[in-house]
């Protein structure tokens, strides 16, 4: 159980153009979803918190005009990365925390992998 | 702003244990001890977790000392499989998780 899902699992996209990310609970309801930036060589960094029926709650330093996220279920969280550069390309990972005590851990998607020309 | 230590890497051999060890000398009352790992180009998969007595599941075993200043991961026979950055993260139990650098473990043949 607690299998989070990503598509695409990687995009190639134009500089300039939008890309979305959908992070899906399959077997559970997440009110809250979290999605993270991994670079080359670098450790996982939270970029916001996303909150079903909420606005997202962003990380110091995350533009969040840049990153447009959307929680409009309790199954679904998007990330949209806006007039993507190439700076932006980088390894984007969704995680989310299946219903029950507040300790029971969070759950990964396999990431999608972002790279802009 | 990770709150725990850990070697930068390990090696252990095929079929041996492999025992990661964690620092968290500023570990408060109300958090727990997560572990996660990540194999390359994968998200993290989730291994293990505890606040204070000794867990065991099917993948692994955590060790926490009496203080909780300290943990130790044990893979008890470890594969080429488990070959991954290994994460030793503390957090009060509905924040998000904070990740470090983590412990790259090489299992060798």
């Known amino acids: 159980g607690a299998v989070v899902s990503q598509h695409p699992s990687w995009v190639i996209c134009k500089s300039g153009t939008s890309v979305k990310i959908e992070c899906r609970s399959l077997?559970?309801?997440?009110?809250?979803m979290f999605w993270y930036r991994q670079f080359p060589k670098q450790s996982l960094m939270l970029m916001a918190t996303s909150n079903e029926g909420s606005k997202a709650t962003y990380e110091q330093g995350v533009e969040k005009d840049k990153f447009l996220i959307n929680h409009a279920s309790l199954t679904l969280s998007t990330l949209t990365v806006t007039s993507a550069h190439p700076e932006d390309s980088s390894f984007y990972i969704c995680s989310a925390r299946s219903a029950g005590t507040d300790n029971s851990p969070l759950h990964f998607g396999n990431g999608t992998r972002l790279t802009v020309t | 702003d990770a709150k725990t230590t850990q070697p930068p890497s390990m090696d252990c051999a095929e079929g041996r244990a492999a025992n990661l060890p964690c620092n968290h000398s500023?570990?408060?009352?109300?958090?727990?001890v997560y572990w996660y790992r990540q194999i390359h180009s994968q998200g993290p998969q989730y291994i293990i977790h505890g606040l204070k007595n000794n867990e065991t599941n099917e993948m692994a075993s955590l060790i926490i000392t009496e203080d909780r200043k300290s943990s130790t991961l044990i893979l008890p026979h470890a594969t080429l499989r488990d070959t991954a950055v290994y994460y030793c993260i503390v957090r009060p139990g509905n924040t998000p998780l904070v990740f470090g650098k983590g412990t790259r473990l090489s299992v060798i043949a």
């Open positions: 500023t570990i408060s009352g109300n958090e727990y």
């Open positions: 077997d559970f309801q997440a009110t809250t």
